[in-house]
């Protein structure tokens, strides 16, 4: 346009005055038109550079101009070349209107080509000699070439100069048609800067040659089909005019064309004279040859209506597949070739049950890593695959990794802080997105939304009766609201800078919060008043929170201190100091003891509340951490991080219990529940979520309580009620039907063995550590204690009458049930003797040892009957058959073992656990064995052929007990993950099917799938 006007002007000057708005074009052309011309043509070349060059801004200012001009200009008209690949996305946008019905430019005529060699040598006075151009035509072929033959006849106009005459001598030494493409290509590739440099793109060329018969060809190939970086290899070689685009067949003139773009050489000199890509196809003619009868395969299945007919079986689809792996590792395999290999695959089940296993072993290394993920495989692969005992292992597993209960939807930015009410039926979060919200703790229902006039909300406080909500955000005050309504109750003002967090006392009468101003100020509740303004940090002010008597207010700064605070005077009583970067997060604990920080520092410390003392220093987080809380009764403490994960510690020892995660960005805040079963997060991920403290797998019924490993749990006679022994030195009693606690805790001061009910009434027998046999009635009196050495093991007679033990002096003991009185003796053992098992009848005895035997005795004269020797580790426990004809054993060695009684030969070995076997119990049917392992799996073996039948329970450590319910239908385990759980036999794998789907929260993407094997569509 600047040319038009006779270069007055400098095209900046032009592009400046079009940039000011939609109807600067109009005017711009009416200016040149200056009355003399009745009609404008804009001839608009390479128009999609719109959408492959200019941004998106851009694109919308030229469209628009473009728009209204012809809205406003019956004399106007717009011409515009564009490629048809390309045409599809200016269709996409809202001015597709006045794009519609495109005019495809056709194919010239070999008349029409001769023309276009001499018309324009004739401008210059160039002509050529008879014949020449006939040969020109012939070799160019096709207008498709056209661009190379502009090339050409630029190097024939420097070689003859103007008048002059080209010769066929000339245009032989200039390598004719193919010549002029060959210096196109070396000069396209030195121009492309890729890192893979020539290597690559004859890779991504070679995608544009195939083999027919036995020569090379065209091969056309769906732009869509190509990642970013073999596209602008492409484009680099469209641009060249070396490899043309297209429509593909029934897409040119819809939005939907540019997915159906397709391109190919334009002409086969390039993969037959360019000696780079022509030496690289004949180097991989046969990958090639491969490619090309798997596409050959895919057209007939295509065509056939992807009839299951046309599929691969067999010796083809194991040849497909192997093909098919190869062409992707070099890089050529198309759509089409997988398709069909993937839908033939879907028909083969063997190939199915590879898949399942392979998502099986991947969920089993990944679940406590990426537990969602995990599910979402596990799902897959029993949906989509086989259930293959590897993937139900590996969703039990997932689902004993998943902790997550329930996404907290709505927020459209980072939320920042969250909190549970009282009674534990509400959660509140707020949000840089402007808005705090309250949730139904149960369902994650939003229910109501509390616009703070678009100011980021950073902090959310319950009132203690939950009737009311506190936030403080970037805007100088705090914001109360009626939490049942949502309606704002008051604003606290007298804030300096911006806030950053706020508390609510427990009392209810106050409320503190935190500024960028150094500042923390201590509001009334009910009038508004303000109390107090503290002063005392030297950098910005973040954590607050209240004493739980709420006599005091600790708060947390950027200086690296904590300050304490008397609620009362508001005088400063201690500083808490040691981190070595800032802090954000305070906490204290229930007690009012101890407070906990969150610092720059990557760690976690708990305090001396009074003194300031440090008591616990916590690693663990790779990132920051922020704000960490208490669980109710004190014993724990959660800590959110930037490594987007929360960790879960004891406040005694700092060991780990849990470990969230599952948010995709930093995690600010938790908060407990009420009951400390549950813990909620807020995420710069956008999502608040909600998660179990002790997920629950595949088990009917979870019994937790305990505060450290539980060693042996065991049934009572009529089955209600069961019994538990831990590391933490106590033996509980609980529900069978709902884990609840059924009676007194046995507290025996040191770690809990073995517990064992007696067949009849409400006596246990427990053994431990430090050499102590109690017995205890029903209301947790003692009946009898015995001392000696360690005992690891005891066992009630079928009648009741008698208690074996197993200590560690490697006897076994036969004592009285009334009164402890020792009645027998058993030596042999040449190592420590751990558990012992009573056979059906009384009549004999099993007793397993560290010696890597199980002995088997006479309980009525105390003779060994005989010794079964074989296992290569420790004999951890054993269990007799119904009718005493065998015994199973569970050894260190990994593996269990069934031997005959009467002979003590081995009759078989039970492998598969990837882990020491430390408890075996056999069904009361006689049918089936179960076994626990430190692998952490439950599994169930048949008791005839001794294959694995099933996983049918998997903990989150190692499995130390294992005991058959009654009826046969339960199994009952204790486990060092600290709980007692109560798994079906026969698990119902829909219903867990149907648990998983509800703990995930996405779907596998393309890229998750691919890596699986897993078709793109699950469909």
Same mark, same amino acid.
Request: proline letters at 4%.
């Given at each position: 346009?600047?040319?038009?006007?006779?270069?007055?002007?400098?095209?900046?000057?032009?592009?400046?005055?079009?940039?000011?708005?939609?109807?600067?074009?109009?005017?711009?052309?009416?200016?040149?038109?200056? !009355?003399?011309?009745?009609?404008?043509?804009?001839?608009?070349?390479?128009?999609?550079?719109?959408?492959?060059?200019?941004?998106?801004?851009?694109?919308?200012?030229?469209?628009?101009?473009?728009?209204?001009?012809?809205?406003?200009?019956?004399?106007?008209?717009?011409?515009?070349?564009?490629?048809?690949?390309?045409?599809?996305?200016?269709?996409?946008?809202?001015?597709?209107?006045?794009?519609?019905?495109?005019?495809?430019?056709?194919?010239?005529?070999?008349?029409?080509?001769?023309?276009?060699?001499?018309?324009?040598?004739? $401008? /210059?006075?160039?002509?050529?000699?008879?014949?020449?151009?006939?040969?020109? /035509?012939?070799?160019?072929?096709?207008?498709?070439?056209?661009?190379?033959?502009?090339?050409?006849?630029?190097?024939?106009?420097?070689?003859?100069?103007?008048?002059?005459?080209?010769?066929?001598?000339?245009?032989?030494?200039?390598?004719?048609?193919?010549?002029?493409?060959?210096?196109?290509?070396?000069?396209?590739?030195?121009?492309?800067?890729?890192?893979?440099?020539?290597?690559?793109?004859?890779?991504?060329?070679?995608?544009?040659?195939?083999?027919?018969?036995?020569?090379?060809?065209?091969?056309?190939?769906? +732009?869509?089909?190509?990642?970013?970086?073999?596209?602008?290899?492409?484009?680099?070689?469209?641009?060249?005019?070396?490899?043309?685009?297209?429509?593909?067949?029934?897409?040119?003139?819809?939005?939907?064309?540019?997915?159906?773009?397709?391109?190919?050489?334009?002409?086969?000199?390039?993969?037959?004279?360019?000696?780079?890509?022509?030496?690289?196809?004949?180097?991989?003619?046969?990958?090639?040859?491969?490619?090309?009868?798997?596409?050959?395969?895919?057209?007939?299945?295509?065509?056939?209506?992807?009839?299951?007919?046309?599929?691969?079986?067999?010796?083809?689809?194991?040849?497909?597949?192997?093909? +098919?792996?190869? $062409?992707?590792?070099?890089?050529?395999?198309?759509?089409?070739?997988?398709?069909?290999?993937?839908?033939?695959?879907?028909?083969?089940?063997?190939?199915?049950?590879?898949?399942?296993?392979?998502?099986?072993?991947?969920?089993?290394?990944?679940?406590?890593?990426?537990?969602?993920?995990?599910?979402?495989?596990?799902?897959?692969?029993?949906?989509?695959?086989?259930?293959?005992?590897?993937?139900?292992?590996?969703?039990?597993?997932? $689902?004993?990794?998943? =902790?997550?209960?329930?996404?907290?939807?709505?927020?459209?930015?980072?939320?920042?802080?969250?909190?549970?009410?009282?009674?534990?039926?509400?959660?509140?979060?707020?949000?840089?997105?402007?808005?705090?919200?309250?949730?139904?703790?149960?369902?994650?229902?939003?229910?109501?939304?509390?616009?703070?006039?678009?100011?980021?909300?950073?902090?959310?406080?319950?009132?203690?009766?939950?009737?009311?909500?506190?936030?403080? !955000?970037?805007?100088?005050?705090?914001?109360?609201?009626?939490?049942?309504?949502?309606?704002?109750?008051?604003?606290?003002?007298?804030?300096?800078?911006?806030?950053?967090?706020?508390?609510?006392?427990?009392?209810?009468?106050?409320?503190?919060?935190?500024?960028?101003?150094?500042?923390?100020?201590?509001?009334?509740?009910?009038?508004?008043?303000?109390?107090?303004?503290?002063?005392?940090?030297?950098?910005?002010?973040?954590?607050?929170?209240?004493?739980?008597?709420?006599?005091?207010?600790?708060?947390?700064?950027?200086?690296?201190?904590?300050?304490?605070?008397?609620?009362?005077?508001?005088?400063?009583?201690?500083?808490?100091?040691?981190?070595?970067?800032?802090?954000?997060?305070?906490?204290?604990?229930?007690?009012?003891?101890?407070?906990?920080?969150?610092?720059?520092?990557?760690?976690?410390?708990?305090?001396?509340?009074?003194?300031?003392?440090?008591?616990?220093?916590?690693?663990?987080?790779?990132?920051?951490?922020?704000?960490?809380?208490?669980?109710?009764?004190?014993?724990?403490?959660?800590?959110?991080?930037?490594?987007?994960?929360?960790?879960?510690?004891?406040?005694?020892?700092?060991?780990?219990?849990?470990?969230?995660?599952?948010?995709?960005?930093?995690?600010?805040?938790?908060?407990?529940?009420?009951?400390?079963?549950?813990?909620?997060?807020?995420?710069?991920?956008?999502?608040?979520?909600?998660?179990?403290?002790?997920?629950?797998?595949?088990?009917?019924?979870?019994?937790?309580?305990?505060?450290?490993?539980?060693?042996?749990?065991?049934?009572?006679?009529?089955?209600?009620?069961?019994?538990?022994?831990?590391?933490?030195?106590?033996?509980?009693?609980?529900?069978?039907?709902?884990?609840?606690?059924?009676?007194?805790?046995?507290?025996?001061?040191?770690? /809990?063995?073995?517990?064992?009910?007696?067949?009849?009434?409400?006596?246990?027998?427990?053994?431990?550590?430090?050499?102590?046999?109690?017995?205890?009635?029903?209301?947790?009196?003692?009946?009898?204690?015995?001392?000696?050495?360690?005992?690891?093991?005891?066992?009630?007679?079928?009648?009741?009458?008698?208690?074996?033990?197993?200590? =560690?002096?490697?006897?076994?003991?036969?004592?009285?049930?009334?009164?402890?009185?020792?009645?027998?003796?058993?030596?042999?053992?040449?190592?420590?003797?751990?558990?012992?098992?009573?056979?059906?009848?009384?009549?004999?005895?099993?007793?397993?040892?560290?010696?890597?035997?199980?002995?088997?005795?006479?309980?009525?004269?105390?003779?060994?009957?005989?010794? +079964?020797?074989?296992?290569?580790?420790?004999?951890?426990?054993?269990?007799?058959?119904?009718?005493?004809?065998?015994?199973?054993?569970?050894?260190?060695?990994?593996?269990?073992?069934?031997?005959?009684?009467?002979?003590?030969?081995?009759?078989?070995?039970?492998?598969?656990?990837?882990?020491?076997?430390?408890?075996?119990?056999?069904?009361?049917?006689?049918?089936?064995?179960?076994?626990?392992?430190?692998?952490?799996?439950?599994? $169930?073996?048949?008791?005839?052929?001794?294959?694995? +039948?099933?996983?049918?329970?998997?903990?989150?450590?190692?499995?130390?007990?294992?005991?058959?319910?009654?009826?046969?239908?339960?199994?009952?385990?204790?486990?060092?993950?600290?709980?007692?759980?109560?798994?079906?036999?026969?698990?119902?794998?829909?219903?867990?099917?149907?648990?998983?789907? !509800?703990?995930?929260?996405?779907?596998?993407?393309?890229?998750?799938?691919?890596?699986?094997?897993?078709?793109?569509?699950?469909?």
């Amino acid at each position: 346009m600047a040319a038009a006007d006779g270069g007055r002007e400098t095209p900046d000057a032009v592009l400046r005055r079009l940039r000011q708005g939609p109807e600067s074009l109009t005017a711009e052309l009416s200016r040149l038109r200056t !009355g003399q011309f009745q009609r404008v043509l804009l001839v608009i070349d390479q128009f999609e550079e719109l959408v492959t060059l200019a941004g998106e801004r851009e694109q919308a200012q030229l469209l628009e101009a473009l728009h209204a001009c012809l809205r406003q200009e019956s004399s106007v008209r717009v011409l515009a070349t564009c490629r048809v690949d390309l045409l599809g996305r200016l269709l996409g946008t809202r001015h597709a209107p006045f794009l519609q019905h495109p005019v495809a430019i056709g194919t010239l005529s070999r008349a029409q080509l001769a023309q276009v060699v001499e018309r324009p040598g004739a $401008l /210059v006075g160039i002509s050529f000699e008879p014949g020449l151009v006939e040969t020109i /035509v012939d070799d160019t072929g096709t207008d498709d070439a056209l661009p190379l033959l502009a090339y050409l006849l630029q190097e024939l106009y420097f070689a003859c100069g103007p008048g002059g005459t080209v010769t066929e001598e000339t245009y032989r030494q200039l390598g004719g048609v193919a010549g002029a493409l060959a210096r196109q290509a070396d000069n396209t590739v030195a121009a492309l800067g890729t890192p893979g440099g020539i290597d690559f793109a004859l890779r991504v060329l070679l995608k544009f040659v195939t083999v027919e018969e036995r020569d090379l060809a065209r091969r056309p190939v769906r +732009l869509s089909e190509l990642t970013d970086q073999e596209r602008y290899v492409v484009d680099a070689f469209i641009e060249a005019r070396l490899i043309r685009s297209y429509a593909a067949e029934g897409s040119a003139g819809n939005a939907d064309g540019h997915r159906n773009a397709c391109a190919e050489v334009t002409h086969e000199a390039l993969f037959r004279q360019w000696a780079p890509l022509r030496q690289e196809a004949e180097a991989r003619a046969e990958r090639l040859r491969e490619r090309a009868e798997l596409e050959r395969w895919a057209t007939d299945w295509e065509r056939s209506g992807r009839s299951a007919d046309y599929l691969l079986t067999g010796e083809r689809l194991t040849v497909a597949q192997r093909w +098919l792996a190869a $062409l992707e590792e070099a890089g050529q395999a198309s759509a089409p070739a997988r398709a069909l290999v993937d839908a033939s695959q879907r028909r083969d089940l063997v190939f199915l049950g590879r898949v399942s296993d392979s998502i099986g072993r991947q969920v089993l290394a990944s679940a406590e890593s990426e537990p969602e993920r995990a599910l979402l495989l596990s799902l897959a692969a029993l949906g989509e695959c086989a259930p293959t005992p590897a993937a139900r292992r590996g969703l039990m597993t997932a $689902l004993a990794a998943s =902790h997550l209960r329930t996404r907290l939807d709505g927020h459209t930015d980072t939320v920042r802080d969250v909190a549970w009410s009282a009674s534990g039926r509400l959660l509140a979060t707020a949000s840089r997105d402007g808005s705090a919200r309250v949730y139904d703790a149960e369902s994650g229902c939003s229910l109501r939304v509390l616009p703070c006039d678009g100011v980021m909300v950073e902090s959310v406080s319950f009132s203690p009766d939950a009737t009311r909500l506190a936030t403080a !955000g970037r805007d100088q005050v705090v914001r109360v609201w009626d939490a049942v309504s949502g309606e704002p109750v008051r604003q606290l003002a007298g804030a300096g800078d911006i806030g950053r967090r706020v508390a609510w006392s427990p009392d209810g009468t106050r409320i503190a919060a935190t500024f960028k101003d150094q500042v923390v100020r201590v509001w009334e509740a009910d009038s508004g008043r303000l109390v107090h303004e503290l002063r005392g940090h030297t950098g910005d002010v973040w954590g607050v929170a209240w004493a739980p008597d709420s006599s005091r207010l600790a708060t947390a700064s950027h200086d690296r201190t904590v300050i304490v605070w008397d609620a009362v005077t508001g005088a400063a009583t201690t500083t808490l100091t040691g981190h070595t970067e800032f802090v954000e997060g305070v906490a204290w604990s229930p007690d009012g003891e101890s407070l906990a920080t969150g610092s720059g520092d990557h760690t976690a410390r708990i305090w001396d509340a009074r003194t300031g003392a440090l008591r616990l220093l916590l690693r663990g987080h790779a990132d920051y951490v922020w704000n960490p809380a208490f669980s109710p009764d004190g014993r724990l403490l959660a800590s959110p991080s930037s490594d987007r994960t929360v960790r879960i510690v004891s406040t005694e020892d700092a060991k780990e219990v849990a470990v969230l995660r599952g948010h995709s960005d930093t995690v600010w805040a938790v908060a407990w529940s009420p009951s400390g079963t549950q813990l909620a997060t807020a995420s710069t991920d956008g999502t608040g979520r909600v998660w179990d403290l002790r997920p629950r797998g595949a088990e009917s019924v979870l019994v937790q309580g305990h505060d450290g490993p539980v060693n042996q749990a065991v049934w009572s006679g009529d089955g209600t009620r069961l019994a538990t022994a831990s590391d933490d030195g106590t033996a509980r009693t609980w529900s069978a039907d709902s884990g609840a606690s059924a009676g007194p805790v046995t507290a025996l001061g040191e770690r /809990v063995w073995g517990v064992a009910w007696a067949p009849h009434g409400d006596r246990l027998a427990l053994s431990t550590a430090d050499g102590l046999v109690r017995v205890v009635d029903s209301s947790g009196g003692t009946v009898f204690d015995l001392r000696g050495e360690a005992v690891e093991g005891c066992s009630w007679s079928p009648d009741a009458r008698r208690i074996a033990t197993g200590g =560690h002096d490697g006897t076994v003991r036969l004592v009285s049930a009334v009164d402890g009185t020792e009645l027998r003796k058993l030596t042999g053992h040449q190592d420590w003797v751990g558990r012992v098992a009573w056979s059906p009848s009384g009549r004999r005895l099993a007793s397993c040892s560290d010696d890597r035997t199980c002995r088997l005795w006479d309980t009525a004269d105390g003779t060994q009957l005989t010794v +079964l020797r074989g296992h290569g580790n420790y004999v951890e426990d054993a269990a007799w058959s119904p009718d005493e004809a065998r015994v199973a054993t569970a050894s260190g060695d990994w593996t269990a073992a069934v031997w005959d009684t009467a002979t003590g030969r081995r009759i078989d070995v039970l492998k598969g656990h990837e882990g020491r076997v430390r408890a075996v119990a056999w069904s009361p049917d006689g049918r089936r064995v179960a076994t626990g392992s430190d692998d952490r799996t439950v599994r $169930l073996w048949s008791a005839t052929t001794f294959e694995e +039948l099933a996983v049918v329970g998997v903990h989150r450590d190692k499995v130390r007990s294992v005991a058959w319910s009654g009826d046969g239908t339960r199994l009952l385990t204790a486990s060092a993950d600290g709980t007692t759980r109560v798994w079906p036999t026969d698990p119902d794998y829909d219903q867990l099917e149907a648990r998983a789907r !509800g703990r995930v929260f996405r779907t596998l993407d393309a890229e998750e799938r691919r890596q699986h094997l897993l078709p793109p569509d699950p469909s």
